[in-house]
């Protein structure tokens, strides 16, 4: 990394921007008075990158001028060029970092991605300082590290994390089969204990076999028991249809015979009915005989009776017509009469008035009366006799014909033919009933016939039905005893099927336990490897561990750190010293070897090994800072990333003269190994030995102008 230029606002005394570039120069001298702000100014550049100014203590916040500050650095790694800017906000505080590679945003604003950039970039802080910076009050330098620290930082710059994320790698890996290994042994102990039940599975296996084997031959004898007496009851039940059948049989037979009996009994009357009108034939035919006659008596009797009949009509018909002109002529006379007696009363008059005159006209009527009286007389007379003449037709006529004795007659005939009528229906039945006699009579031995066979066949059905019954009779006890056997059989289908289930259960236990052992096999060979490479994980973390392979390096590299500090200590010190770098020291308890880093410091004038605490105020300045200008010289030929910016503040404060300018001929050696320096003087003869001078003054700056 080599440092370009370098912008504060807001920190420290700097309440102004000021900002300081940096061209082709490589030694660059900053001076001014003290309190000036020279430490700010190049700490700066590190807080701006770090977050933190290296000699001071508290966060960045407590190093604000202003309220608010601002940093700006550039800065050039791997031919790119890189602008960091921090900005930072005291109420409410608050923080943010822009880095930018080519002026492309490459992390920010937030802090936390700032900083993982830069580490990625430039190394973290620690490392960085202890090797590129050396601080007025000699801040972040390795000489003041614990032994233990130093040889921790010497192990990162030799690229030692790598071993040691391998080695912890390794233990990690281990760490974590082993905890695998528990879980498999606690699995394994577990199938085991399982795995010791088989003997009592294949014990219980046998048992339940032989179990069942005894059951399939109950089974089987108590199916051939029951089989016989399915058979048996087949029959008893063929019995009881056949005894059904011969029932029903025995019914219609007896149905018939009852018929058989009725049609007996009909035909046999109708026999005696036939034989009584045979029997009566003499009378029968007497009597149809004496039918005829009075049925010839009646037609005879009927001519008679239809004359006198019509005679009668005659009679009556006379007799009628004169009663009716009767009653005319008499309703005539009676007319006739009361007309006479009104002409007389009318024609009265003129005999009344004693006037003749036929032309007085108050007397014609009287004379048409007068006049009408001879004529209605005349007519009188004539109706008079007529009825004398009907009245006597009338009696002339005297009785009508008598009808009623030959009616009489006419009934009793009838009566007595009807009486007879039986007789002639028997007449005519008698023929028939000669020829029917004999059919009836043969119908009658056929009735008689059938009735035995119908007899004979009841018998035989009966003394079957009795046999029948016999069977039916075992029919209960069957019955029971079936029932019996189904029970059994169910029992033993029922414990047969329970049977199976356990032997299946038994089964699956037992291949549940082979599959346990194949179970237990698989995880002891597993257990196998996993031990395998527990103790190839364990060599691993034992070799790239702390106590392994990097002491070694450590020592490896300790001569090349030796050489360089020597190569300082002879340009910057007039005295003659030797330092030796000791990675491992015995413990208190004797034995044991601790890892260390001791700088142990051998004057070689008097031969004395001494602390570096030992020496005066300016050779400790000497010796340190020759042992840090080794260390950044062997830091910057490790890294594949070095810093190319070396800085030093106030580091000559107690040197004499010589020795200062001896101290910065050394420094200017650094530029062997490093692009750019920057040191802090208070003495500006010694800055004016740098090739651009900065002035700072209250928070200002001044300097001379930049080489390019
Ligand atoms: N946190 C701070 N905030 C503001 N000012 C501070 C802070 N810390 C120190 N100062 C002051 O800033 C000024 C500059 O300090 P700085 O250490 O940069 O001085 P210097 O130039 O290096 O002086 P010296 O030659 O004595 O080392 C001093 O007056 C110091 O007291
Ligand atoms: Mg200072």
Same mark, same amino acid.
């Given at each position: 990394m080599l440092l370009k230029s370098i912008h504060i606002e807001g920190f420290g005394p700097y309440h102004e921007a000021q900002t300081v570039q940096f061209g082709a120069e490589q030694i660059i001298g900053i001076y001014g008075p003290n309190g000036s702000g020279k430490t700010f100014l190049l700490e700066a550049a590190l807080a701006c990158l770090?977050?933190?100014?290296?000699s001071r203590k508290g966060t &960045?916040?407590?190093?604000?001028?202003?309220p608010k500050g601002t940093i700006e650095v550039s800065f050039e790694l791997d031919g790119q060029g890189y602008r960091a800017m921090r900005t930072v906000q005291s109420k409410p505080q608050k923080q943010e970092a822009h880095l930018y590679c080519d002026n492309q945003l &490459?992390?920010?604003?937030?802090t936390t991605e700032f900083a993982a950039e830069i580490e990625k970039l430039l190394g973290p802080a620690g490392s960085a300082l202890a090797c590129i910076f050396s601080a007025q009050d000699s801040a972040g330098d390795m000489i003041n590290l614990s032994p233990s620290e130093r040889k921790e930082l010497l192990a990162s710059w030799l690229g030692l994390e790598a071993c040691s994320r391998l080695a912890q790698g390794a233990a990690d890996k281990s760490k974590h089969h082993n905890m695998r290994l528990e879980d498999i042994d606690a699995h394994i102990k577990a199938m085991e204990k399982e795995e010791l039940r088989m003997p009592e599975y294949v014990a219980a296996l046998k048992e339940k076999e032989e179990q069942l084997k005894e059951n399939a031959q109950t089974t089987c004898e108590t199916n051939k028991q029951l089989q016989a007496l399915y058979q048996e009851k087949a029959g008893i039940e063929e019995a009881v249809r056949r005894i059904k059948e011969l029932r029903s049989r025995l019914e219609a037979l007896s149905r018939e015979r009852e018929e058989l009996k009725n049609s007996y009994t009909r035909t046999s009357n109708r026999l005696e009915e036939l034989e009584k009108i045979i029997r009566q034939k003499a009378e029968i035919e007497s009597k149809a005989r004496k039918h005829t006659e009075i049925v010839q008596e009646i037609t005879a009797t009927s001519d008679v009776m239809q004359k006198l009949q019509k005679e009668y009509q005659a009679y009556q018909g006379t007799k009628s017509r004169l009663e009716e002109k009767i009653h005319a002529t008499t309703k005539n006379i009676a007319v006739l009469k009361s007309r006479l007696d009104s002409c007389r009363k009318q024609a009265s008059t003129i005999q009344e008035v004693h006037c003749s005159r036929r032309d007085c006209k108050f007397l014609t009527e009287a004379w048409k009366a007068k006049d009408a009286i001879t004529i209605i007389s005349q007519k009188l007379t004539e109706e008079e006799q007529r009825l004398a003449h009907e009245t006597l037709q009338l009696k002339n006529l005297g009785q009508p014909p008598a009808i009623e004795p030959v009616l009489s007659k006419m009934k009793q005939m009838q009566t007595a033919a009807k009486e007879l009528e039986a007789y002639v229906r028997l007449a005519a039945q008698l023929e028939a009933a000669e020829k029917n006699k004999q059919h009836l009579a043969e119908e009658l031995d056929r009735f008689i016939i059938k009735g035995r066979e119908k007899a004979a066949e009841i018998e035989k059905i009966s003394a079957s039905l009795k046999e029948h019954a016999k069977v039916t009779e075992t029919s209960a006890l069957i019955e029971k005893q079936v029932s019996l056997l189904e029970e059994r059989s169910r029992k033993l289908s029922a414990a047969s099927l329970a049977m199976s289930q356990e032997l299946g259960e038994i089964k699956a236990r037992i291949q549940a336990t082979l599959k346990i052992q194949q179970e237990i096999a698989m995880q002891k060979e597993r257990r196998g490897k996993i031990t395998t490479e527990i103790s190839e994980y364990e060599a691993i973390a034992r070799i790239y561990g702390k106590n392994g392979v990097q002491p070694l390096i450590i020592d490896a590299a300790t001569p090349e750190l030796e050489a360089l500090t020597r190569q300082f200590l002879t340009s910057i010190c007039q005295k003659n010293f030797d330092v030796s770098f000791m990675t491992q020291r015995e413990t208190n308890k004797g034995k044991a070897l601790r890892e260390t880093l001791d700088i142990i410091i051998t004057?070689?004038?008097?031969g004395q090994k001494r602390d570096?605490?030992?020496?005066?105020g300016g050779e400790k300045v000497l010796l340190s800072q020759a042992i840090r200008m080794a260390m950044s010289v062997f830091q910057a030929q490790k890294s594949?990333?070095?810093?190319?910016t070396f800085f030093l503040d106030e580091?000559?404060?107690?040197?004499d003269e010589v020795n200062a300018e001896n101290f910065l001929r050394a420094v200017a050696d650094l530029t062997t190994w490093f692009r750019r320096i920057l040191y802090i003087s208070h003495t500006p003869n010694l800055t004016l030995q740098a090739q651009k001078q900065v002035k700072v003054e209250n928070g200002t700056l001044s300097h001379t102008a930049a080489l390019n």
């Open positions: 770090y977050e933190s100014f290296p &960045i916040y407590s190093h604000l001028g202003s &490459i992390a920010g604003p937030k004057d070689l004038a008097t570096i605490a030992n020496f005066s594949r990333k070095p810093w190319q580091s000559l404060g107690e040197l």
